[in-house]
């Protein structure tokens, strides 16, 4: 076997998650569910998770049809009870977990001189106090394993700059995610468990398309322009997004905690 081979299988072998259990918040389409799929697709068991039960449970066997461990759960974040059961659900299956990646987020516009606090509430408890739920509760399992693991949030681009008016409660919850990431990376890393973060820039989702025809614009214009002033000139797969998440999974990354992995085309240089 020739040293180029040994690299290969060397390669495979780091990024292999085969014998772990992955938990994805927001699976149910668009960046969570392809950060499902690249996990599942390195050999993972993955807990899909997301409060449409019905989008997660399509997401669930369209995974599934490919010989891939899945099981879908409703459940919503900022409710601490969903959380437990979530877990509970995935000790039930799989009897422990390895990688948590809390996806799950919102992100209403509305300027803040017509936002409520009611607004402002909804975006924080999703993006935010689910975070900390989660983290909390498996962060809390992990431990008690003593295996060591992963947790990966997934922030944005607005945690470093804003990207446009009327997203200011979901920049904070974002800027408080990745404060958070790295304050429980010191907390964890005794205990061998990494945390870090994904920022992305714009990425072709059904959630961004669904925010640009309800704000009365040509999505088509909304698109061409925002894409633009990225370097790259396009917006994100969420299929680039899934592969930063399953390098930050595995021992590709075994010296990183703490971190933030902007993927933006380049936009954050302008």
């Not at 607005?158 to 990207?163: G, I, K, T």
Request: aromatic fraction near 4%; glycine fraction near 10%; proline fraction near 3%.
């Amino acid at each position: 076997m020739n040293d180029e081979t040994n690299n290969r299988l060397r390669v495979e072998e780091m990024l292999s998650l085969t014998g772990r259990t992955a938990v994805v918040t927001g699976a149910a389409m668009g960046i969570g569910r392809s950060i499902a799929h690249h996990l599942a697709a390195a050999g993972a068991a993955v807990v899909l998770a997301d409060v449409d039960g019905d989008a997660v449970e399509l997401a669930a066997k369209a995974l599934g049809r490919n010989d891939h461990e899945v099981l879908p759960v409703q459940a919503d974040v900022s409710a601490e009870a969903d959380v437990d059961r979530m877990l509970e659900a995935t000790l039930d299956w799989r009897g422990g977990i390895d990688i948590l990646v809390n996806n799950a987020g919102i992100f209403p516009t509305v300027p803040v001189l017509e936002m409520t606090l009611a607004d402002f509430n909804h975006v924080i408890a999703v993006n935010l106090n689910g975070v900390f739920l989660t983290c909390r509760i498996f962060g809390r399992q992990l431990v008690a394993q003593g295996r060591g693991g992963r947790i990966i949030n997934v922030t944005s681009i607005d945690a470093l700059h804003p990207s446009s008016v009327g997203l200011a409660h979901y920049d904070a919850s974002k800027h408080g995610v990745w404060g958070f990431t790295k304050n429980l990376a010191l907390e964890l890393a005794p205990h061998d468990i990494w945390v870090n973060a994904i920022a992305p820039g714009g990425v072709s989702t059904p959630g961004t398309s669904h925010l640009q025809s309800s704000a009365g614009a040509d999505t088509s214009d909304l698109v061409a322009r925002f894409s633009a002033r990225i370097p790259m000139r396009r917006m994100a797969d969420p299929d680039e997004i899934g592969s930063v998440a399953l390098f930050l999974a595995s021992d590709m990354a075994s010296y990183m905690t703490g971190s933030q992995v902007v993927v933006d085309g380049g936009v954050l240089l302008t």
